[in-house]
């Protein structure tokens, strides 16, 4: 079986070659080749320290160690929805974007049988590690493991120290010293972690590859859970469900809200049938309820020809009546929405149903039918 290490690494690529000299001083399998999660601000920083200044070559022939592969490739830049490497990981889309791929690099290692994977987490921001430890506890095999690695004080954070060496090498340390490195002492701490993948659904572990982190989180907090809330704020224009929220507009907050109307009532659904367009109420139901928190123009004037003030006073010579487009349009986008963000067998919960019958289709909240308790916010 092919060991190999998965590092993440920031400002300090150090963290590598002293992972590797604690690997071999507790006597632990080498790596035959090396993985490192980065972003592009860093990469400089790291194949600088490790090649051009040859460093990890320095490490393999003072200790005589087998060849270790670090090719170019095997530098994965932390991207974006787009495919596009992060220039860092400070704003919060940033810290998505590195969440989601973490969690689809381990995905990718951990399905390769015939390699046991080594994980540290001593490099990169705290989040990083966050990140890599938890897509570890969620993938992680039997064959792998996860450490930290730590140097005394008198070397932490010194620019050029690497590893400690066989023979005397003096650098410059801290606030203007000078220290051996063959006087630094490392030391790898191997972290005990739960390995959640024999107790998680194999057609989760499946969507991973292509669901987002939060996704994945919001999967596996609702399998546990026997009563599902769905809460709708419609001040906020959000829908928020198995911990993940879901922004919507003005328009398509009032829309779910005027559906879950007709979801709850008797016949629990709403009918457009061949008299839709002929009737004034289906607009006026779903303008009361976009009146309470919109007064959008482009809705108000432009799709049911009405002013916001002459509805609000009951004139309502002018307005036209609810287009069947207007529905399915509007579901539509909403759905999207809801699909985009969460996986699909929490999605297929709360998304607004439809079923076409000769001349009429009927729209339903599907939460209603999955029996999701709504809690709504005005």
């Known amino acids: 079986m092919k060991n190999v290490?998965?590092?993440?690494?920031g400002a300090s690529p150090q963290v590598l070659t002293e992972t590797l000299f604690a690997l071999y001083q507790q006597g632990k399998p080498m790596p035959e080749e090396i993985f490192v999660i980065t972003t592009k601000s860093t990469k400089a920083m790291l194949t600088d320290g490790l090649f051009k200044q040859g460093n990890l070559a320095?490490?393999?022939?003072?200790?005589?160690?087998?060849?270790?592969?670090?090719?170019?490739?095997?530098?994965?830049?932390?991207?974006d929805d787009k495919g596009q490497p992060i220039n860092d990981a400070k704003s919060e889309i940033e810290q998505t974007y590195?969440?989601?791929?973490?969690?689809?690099k381990v995905f990718e290692l951990t399905n390769k049988n015939d390699i046991s994977i080594h994980a540290s987490i001593a490099g990169g921001r705290k989040t990083m590690a966050f990140y890599l430890g938890y897509a570890m506890s969620l993938l992680g095999r039997e064959q792998d493991s996860l450490?930290?690695?730590?140097?005394?004080?008198?070397?932490?954070?010194?620019?050029?120290?690497?590893?400690?060496?066989?023979?005397?090498?003096?650098?410059?340390?801290k606030n203007g010293t000078q220290v051996n490195c063959i006087n630094a002492n490392v030391t790898l701490a191997e972290i005990p972690f739960v390995r959640m993948r024999?107790?998680?659904?194999?057609?989760?572990?499946?969507?991973?590859?292509?669901?987002?982190?939060?996704?994945?989180?919001a999967s596996l907090n609702s399998a546990h859970k026997k009563d599902l809330t769905l809460e709708v704020n419609a001040k906020a224009k959000t829908l928020t469900f198995a911990g993940i929220e879901i922004k919507l507009t003005a328009k398509e907050t009032a829309f779910y809200l005027w559906l879950n109307q007709y979801s709850q009532n008797e016949n629990k659904q709403l009918v457009v049938g061949r008299d839709f367009e002929e009737s004034l109420r289906y607009s006026k139901e779903y303008l009361m309820l976009l009146q309470q928190n919109s007064s959008d123009l482009r809705i108000f004037r432009d799709t049911f020809g009405i002013e916001p003030e002459d509805f609000r006073e009951g004139?309502?010579?002018?307005?036209?009546?609810?287009?069947?487009?207007?529905?399915?349009?509007?579901?539509?986008r909403i759905n999207s929405k809801i699909n985009?963000?969460?996986?699909?067998?929490?999605?297929?919960?709360?998304?607004?149903?439809?079923?076409?019958q000769s001349f009429e289709t009927s729209y339903w909240l599907s939460a209603v039918t999955h029996n999701i308790k709504i809690n709504i916010t005005a």
């Not at 107790?199 to 669901?211: K, R, W």
């Open 5 to 9: 290490l998965l590092i993440v690494t």
């Open 98 to 104: 590195m969440a989601d791929f973490i969690t689809r």
């Open 198 to 217: 024999q107790s998680i659904d194999e057609t989760l572990i499946a969507n991973m590859q292509s669901a987002s982190f939060s996704q994945t989180v």
């Open 340 to 356: 985009k963000v969460l996986p699909n067998e929490l999605a297929k919960k709360i998304a607004i149903d439809s079923n076409n």
């Open 147 to 173: 450490s930290h690695v730590f140097v005394n004080s008198e070397f932490e954070f010194v620019r050029d120290f690497y590893y400690p060496t066989p023979y005397d090498h003096i650098i410059d340390g």
């Open 58 to 79: 320095k490490l393999i022939a003072d200790y005589k160690l087998p060849c270790i592969k670090l090719p170019d490739e095997n530098i994965c830049l932390i991207e």
């Open 315 to 332: 004139i309502h010579s002018n307005l036209k009546v609810m287009e069947k487009t207007f529905v399915q349009q509007t579901r539509s």
